[in-house]
């Protein structure tokens, strides 16, 4: 008799239900990672450098396999729909909670058909400045933006974008008017304020450090809480503006009704991967700050920033179709 057959009936015989065995033996097959985004991004190097790692610790394979599309919902819909057993999994990025809110419709439903795993890496912003504006502090940005209404442009990379919406919620906090320009992706919005052709923008900070390093960008503050290690000197919103907090996270998401024990199983499997050093120091260097939680406390985010994002894309009326 099969090793697992045997643990199986001794478990059962305990009255140890099924599935609980199941998680203690998971996995047993190839797990496949969903990315929801094409190669070379945050989320598939983010996602790439944890599957890796998973595949060294469990002794199975954790294939990627890229679904980009649709701001994600191409790559999502196929997990939607996928066995809820733990081989499916779904990397994504904060997108996932807004995209409800910026397209008109979504082939399902973003909180009830899946749980949460764990988030995997944290992704900060960087208010920038080009320095023909004559501001070095957040209270300075603020003081332009009420003095002067919609006389600063900001870029974005694109409608809806973390980019845009960081931005969004500071005017919204501070009542400042700043007029919005989207461009069609990080890079091209990262040139367009080193360039001049716009004032400010709200970058993650991968985006921008070659700018920063060479002085064609003034940095004002970053949108997380706290200061980040990559930049000490660079103060908080938050130092200024109390309250205001924007990051975005990339994520591991399983299919709804996925059993609890397997959750459980996986989360733990993305904490011992992501306490490894090379594996934090490799997000670090694409300037995510490795980020845990357990999956009850993920979902609780899913939760809030789907709000937080239905509210913001109301107040600014983004669209994305």
């Known amino acids: 008799m099969h090793n697992n057959n045997r643990l199986l009936i001794a478990a059962l015989a305990v009255g140890l239900p099924a599935f609980a065995v199941q998680a203690q033996n998971f996995p047993v097959k190839p797990v496949r990672v969903i990315i929801a985004w094409p190669p ?146 990080g890079g091209p919005a990262a040139v367009a304020i080193s360039s001049g052709e716009v004032q400010a923008m709200t970058a993650t900070v991968g985006s921008v450090i070659p700018h920063l390093n060479s002085k064609r960008l003034r940095p004002i503050a970053v949108t997380s809480e706290d200061r980040i290690p990559q930049f000490k000197d660079v103060p908080a919103i938050a130092e200024t503006v109390k309250g205001y907090e924007f990051t975005a996270w990339i994520g591991m998401l399983a299919p709804a009704n996925t059993p609890k024990a397997i959750v459980d199983r996986l989360n733990t499997e993305v904490q011992k991967a992501m306490k490894d050093r090379t594996v934090a120091e490799k997000l670090a260097s694409q300037t995510l700050d490795p980020m845990f939680m357990t999956p009850e406390q993920f979902n609780a985010r899913l939760k809030s920033d789907y709000d937080k994002y239905a509210k913001l894309v109301k107040e600014t009326g983004a669209k994305a179709d």
């Open 40 to 185: 070379g991004g945050a989320n598939d190097i983010a996602g790439r450098i944890i599957a890796q790692k998973l595949t060294e610790n469990t002794g199975q394979q954790f294939i990627v396999d890229n679904r980009g599309g649709a701001s994600g919902i191409v790559g999502s819909d196929v997990v939607a729909k996928s066995p809820p057993d733990g081989y499916t999994v779904l990397v994504h990025s904060t997108t996932h909670v807004s995209n409800p809110h910026l397209y008109s419709k979504v082939p399902y439903d973003t909180l009830k058909d899946f749980t949460g795993v764990s988030p995997l890496g944290r992704q900060v912003g960087i208010l920038v400045v080009h320095p023909s504006l004559p501001v070095k502090t957040v209270k300075e940005f603020i003081d332009l933006g009420r003095k002067k209404p919609n006389a600063i442009n900001y870029s974005s990379s694109g409608s809806g974008s973390f980019v845009h919406l960081a931005m969004a919620q500071l005017n919204s906090m501070t009542g400042t008017k700043m007029v919005h320009i989207p461009y069609k992706g």
